[in-house]
């Protein structure tokens, strides 16, 4: 299907574990992004990419790793997770830096 | 990049016009305004944006001061369905490498039956 998709949708995970979000995007985009969203922040950016193997961290990067080795793939890992990165996270793609940026249906995170 | 301020809530009848106004008092000459809404708990939706001149498409208005200190989002006649948080983003475009998009509280808008 045509579009921006993440999975999977709903995760629990421990705390200490490593844990992989996915994003694809079968436009082609060159910027994809990450964000998260808690109650009473609105989104954060944590990182983003203008092209494949070019990223660059946002306003809340830490405990955050990614990678673009393909351009319609910007997964997100938390290397070892806390509670406080239970989140709902948003993954978003846009052609162009300036062009509107198309978001997922977003991935909620608990941490327990 | 410039920031953003916008009144955390506001109501509108249904039917009637719904103005949503956004205060960028520091924007420099390179930035534009955007605007996105976040119907309950989706993805955010691409609403419009605008760098000195009036914007219109099929979903909404844009109108920025002569100044561009400030601009007003105008969805011309409200539904149930427009009810969502509204963000106003100011974005510098000229930087490769910079081109990020970040979101501010934005707007809680309620469209009253």
């Known amino acids: 299907d045509a579009g921006i998709t993440q999975s999977p949708r709903y995760k629990i995970t421990e705390t200490g574990r490593q844990v992989t979000l996915m994003c694809h995007q079968t436009?082609?985009?060159?910027?994809m992004f990450w964000y998260r969203q808690d109650l009473g922040h609105g989104l954060r950016l944590i990182y983003y990419?203008?092209?494949?193997?070019?990223?660059d961290k946002g306003e809340v990067p830490d405990g955050y790793v990614v990678s673009r080795s393909k351009t319609e793939n910007f997964p997100l890992t938390l290397e070892s997770a806390t509670r406080s990165q239970t989140s709902v996270y948003f993954c978003?793609?846009?052609?162009?830096?300036?062009?509107?940026?198309?978001f997922g249906q977003g991935t909620r995170l608990t941490v327990v | 990049d410039a920031k953003t301020t916008q009144p955390p809530s506001m109501d509108c009848a249904e039917g009637r016009a719904a103005n949503l106004p956004c205060n960028h008092s520091?924007?420099?000459?390179?930035?534009?305004v955007y605007w996105y809404r976040q119907i309950h708990s989706q993805g955010p939706q691409y609403i419009i944006h605008?760098?000195?001149n009036n914007e219109t498409n099929e979903m909404a208005s844009l109108i920025i001061t002569e100044d561009r200190k400030s601009s007003t989002l105008i969805l011309p006649h409200a539904t149930l369905r427009d009810t969502a948080v509204y963000y106003c983003?100011?974005?510098?475009?000229?930087?490769?490498?910079?081109?990020?998009?970040?979101f501010g509280t934005g707007t809680r808008l309620t469209i009253i039956p």
């Open positions: 978003a793609s846009s052609v162009t830096g300036h062009t509107e940026a198309f």
């Open positions: 436009w082609s985009h060159s910027y």
């Open positions: 990419s203008a092209a494949a193997d070019i990223t």
């Open positions: 520091t924007i420099s000459g390179n930035e534009y």
């Open positions: 605008g760098l000195k």
């Open positions: 983003i100011v974005r510098v475009l000229s930087n490769f490498g910079n081109e990020k998009l970040t």
